[in-house]
């Protein structure tokens, strides 16, 4: 039996971005809140320094700062009529695990979902006739606009830091900037990284051909900065390790940075790390969760930790797990396309290229993602999809910079991949490249999905997270659109020679793609349609809110995270306004 | 066709690996002394005898020959294993990461399509023991010799037949096992020499990468467009 502990006010399950962000607003609204994190916590000051944090072997290839396969992880095939078998070890994504999430080891690319993603079904429709979408396309608008979730951006932005420059400015549309972006109604907190030289390249190429190049909004604060939590920020080091690595130099956002020396300090917030949430107790009758059960992986102890609010901040596949064991909401059964919670699961169509110069140094070692310049020309709906037969779309980026030599490397097409001519060419060619990268959406489909699966259990002996998923004809027509268009600015920089980089047919669950999975409990407006409200609250547990990309009802051309942040803040506002005041749900369905 | 009888070193002599595997840790140097063939890779001051953690004397020899196949030794760099990745092959595998550190390893293991990765029960110790087994068995069939005893064209060719899958070993693919050693050198080869690999950060030295501190605040402007032209510091030199 659960050793049962005193009841608090809210318990957090996972304390990566989602967590830090919800707890940090409600002990600031007088609430008493305990973080349960299964992995170790993470100090900067301590677990992030130099020298040992410039190590790609520890941090790139053996992947230390990611969820540990060996204790959970989830099954995978590429269409139903196949035997999901488990990750073993993680490739195409790698979410993360410990205090900070994923949030420690993303590449801080900081973004915004165009006004007209919050309205996708409907704008197609218009543009197009209804009849236009695809029957298995299972896109949905989402419940909250643009325009109301635009405060809790800039919100998230200045926790951030954010670096970039500003291209719609409370409807001004300012040169320099990302021309189609929704209107901010602030300037970035922080002007742009300095862009490579490759980005550079870039960026004069597209401007030749007519597109609208702009530096990428990167949450690595170009200059010292304090955010609006007191927090101290330090200027971007240029050191090419954010991916999958962490920052000493406190310059690239995560929780850890951001909001945990708030939270650590405040008596109102209880942080228990080795903390593995297994279930939570369900009151169907009461349509609550009375709290979360949890196994102590320091001592094997397990503990009912009762709560008047629980919020579900794991990641996509945790959130949607806990979900469907505690058979709260109808699972979504793809025979009959009924039931939600696992539905629309989606992911990032990412497609690159690259580019050699034979004459120019560009330092491929040096640099942060934040260097990359982009162009949004074709992402979303900014451009005509008439007569494409692809709906869909997303953002270019390219530049020179941030490749450390295990991984970083590149050899144009053709070169051997071992002996004396393959050394020759590395050398050759190792500060003399260009990556380009095609940020694609992925429109929900109906064979896409998670359940849970019948033979594979985790540590705790719980069913994993089965993932049904694979490329769809819709995406990989417009993936294909965008390579076409990419290749022309690529032909615009003269390189002495280039390569496009196409995504095969099917999924693989290697090489790394993106870890941008989204969906399995989607927002949206009913319960027959979505797992949770507007306000990300579930429609069958009023106490219940699940935050992060698993309420996505799909995945826009853009990375996920500043609009995951955006909606922890817009959750959270909502709680403290008028759940805590009066406790139920917040729309009546 | 093999005769257990005769001491793997003086084959490796034989086929021009000088200074490498010395399975006793004896002294290799009359060995050392025994004239190469025409087609040796040229011998290196930094080679000298290796204690092994966790390869035994024919994987220590595979490996050896392998990552010197690999990665040979021109005016560019030393040998891979002169560099020391044969040892950081051999400390990989002895570690968290040879005993399967993170990898889930419940059953039921069952044959998936390539889309699902790595399926096998096998650690990733386990798995280079299989498959050095395994190519040296086919290099018997196919060449009259283990792996580490053929000539380096020899050597190469074989290498070349499993890089494309043609290598038909007995109930291993030769093409996965392929991708995994050549990983794992790559790996040893450029990573930061704290691991055993990348000695003297020769590795780093001949792409012209820094290494660490990594702090190029300044830099990006100073050396914008510009070659960068400090030596490389490893971990090491920040302790």
């Given at each position: 039996m659960a050793t049962r502990l005193k009841e608090v006010d809210a318990v957090m399950v996972g304390m990566g971005w989602t967590g830090a962000i919800m707890a940090r607003e409600l002990t600031k609204a007088g609430l008493n809140v305990v973080g349960l994190e299964r992995g170790q916590d993470r100090i900067p000051g301590n677990d992030f320094m130099l020298p040992n944090l410039r190590d790609e072997l520890r941090y790139a290839a053996r992947l230390e700062l990611m969820q540990d396969n060996s204790i959970d992880t989830l099954t995978f095939r590429n269409a139903p009529d196949e035997f999901a078998l488990p990750i073993r070890r993680f490739g195409a994504f790698l979410p993360g695990e410990g205090v900070g999430g994923s949030g420690n080891h993303w590449g801080g690319l900081h973004w915004r979902f165009l006004p007209t993603d919050f309205r996708i079904r409907s704008v197609l429709a218009e543009r197009y006739g209804a009849s236009a979408i695809p029957d298995d396309m299972t896109i949905t608008d989402w419940p909250v606009t643009y325009d109301e979730l635009e405060p809790y951006y800039d919100r998230f932005d200045k926790l951030c830091g954010v670096s970039g420059k500003a291209g719609n400015l409370r409807g001004q549309i300012m040169d320099g900037g990302n021309v189609f972006e929704g209107p901010r109604s602030d300037e970035y907190p922080n002007k742009p990284l300095k862009s490579s030289a490759g980005a550079l390249l870039m960026a004069e190429a597209a401007k030749s051909l007519g597109y609208h190049p702009f530096p990428i909004p990167v949450s690595n604060s170009s200059a010292p900065y304090t955010n609006p939590e007191g927090v101290t920020l330090g200027g971007c080091q240029y050191c090419g390790f954010c991916n999958r690595t962490a920052c000493e130099a406190n310059a690239k956002a995560s929780s850890v940075v951001t909001l945990m020396p708030v939270l650590r300090a405040d008596p109102k917030f209880e942080l228990r790390t080795r903390a593995f949430v297994s279930r939570l107790v369900y009151d169907k009758a009461a349509r609550r969760v009375t709290g979360v059960v949890y196994t102590d992986l320091r001592n094997g102890e397990e503990y009912e930790q009762p709560a008047g609010i629980v919020v579900l901040s794991a990641y996509v596949f945790g959130n949607t797990q806990f979900m469907l064991l505690a058979g709260i909401g109808e699972p979504y059964d793809r025979a009959t396309g009924k039931g939600v919670v696992g539905k629309n699961y989606a992911y990032q169509f990412e497609a690159g290229a690259a580019a050699f110069f034979e004459d120019r140094q560009l330092n491929s070692y040096m640099g942060a993602p934040g260097q990359l310049v982009c162009i949004?020309?074709?992402?979303?709906?900014?451009f005509d999809h008439g007569g494409l037969g692809f709906f869909g779309g997303g953002y270019f980026a390219g530049g020179s910079g941030g490749s450390p030599p295990i991984y970083g490397r590149a050899t144009p097409h053709g070169t051997p991949r071992w002996g004396s001519e393959w050394k020759q060419a590395t050398v050759k060619w190792y500060n003399h490249f260009v990556r380009f990268n095609t940020q694609g959406s992925v429109y929900a489909n109906r064979d896409n999905y998670l359940d849970l699966d019948p033979t594979y259990r985790d540590a705790l002996g719980r069913p994993l997270i089965r993932l049904t998923y694979n490329a769809t004809d819709n995406d990989h027509k417009m993936s294909r659109y965008l390579l076409e268009k990419l290749e022309g600015i690529i032909r615009a920089m003269n390189p002495t020679s280039y390569e496009m980089h196409p995504r095969p047919k099917n999924f693989t669950i290697v090489p790394y793609q993106s870890t941008h999975n989204t969906g399995g409990t989607m927002m949206g407006s009913d319960p027959k349609s979505s797992v949770v409200n507007r306000y990300l609250q579930a429609w069958d547990a009023h106490n219940l809110f699940i935050q992060g990309a698993s309420v996505f009802p799909q995945q826009h051309g853009y990375n996920p995270t500043g609009t995951v942040g955006a909606l922890s803040y817009w959750s959270a506002q909502a709680i403290i306004n008028q759940y805590v005041k009066n406790p139920g749900p917040l729309v009546h369905a | 066709m093999t005769d257990e009888s005769i001491p793997r070193r003086t084959f490796l002599v034989g086929a021009g690996i000088a200074g490498t595997v010395a399975a006793t840790g004896i002294d290799p140097a009359p060995a050392a002394a025994a004239a190469p063939p025409e087609s040796a890779p040229v011998p290196t001051p930094t080679a000298q005898p290796e204690a092994w953690l966790t390869l035994n004397p024919t994987e220590a020899a595979f490996v050896t020959a392998a990552v010197d196949t690999l990665i040979p030794a021109d005016d560019l760099t030393p040998s891979a294993s002169a560099c020391g990745v044969a040892v950081f092959i051999d400390r990989q595998l002895a570690g968290a990461y040879g005993s399967g550190a993170r990898l889930y390893r419940d059953g039921p293991f069952l044959k998936g399509k390539p889309e699902q990765g790595y399926q096998l029960a096998l650690t990733p110790r386990d798995y280079f023991r299989a498959g050095i087994a395994a190519t040296n068995d086919w290099t018997r069939r196919r060449h009259g010799n283990d792996f580490d005893r053929l000539a380096e064209a020899e050597r190469e060719l074989a290498l070349r037949e499993m890089e494309q899958g043609k290598a038909e070993f007995s109930g291993f693919s030769s093409k996965d096992f392929f991708e995994a050693l050549l990983a794992i050198t790559m790996e040893g080869f450029f990573?930061?020499?704290?691991?055993?690999?990348n000695r003297e950060m020769a590795a780093w030295k001949m792409v012209g990468y820094p290494g660490l501190p990594a702090s190029y605040r300044n830099d990006v402007k100073t050396y914008f467009n510009k070659k960068y032209d400090k030596p490389p510091q490893s971990i090491a030199d920040f302790v």
């Open positions: 949004d020309d074709f992402n979303g709906e900014n | 990573s930061d020499p704290i691991y055993g690999g």
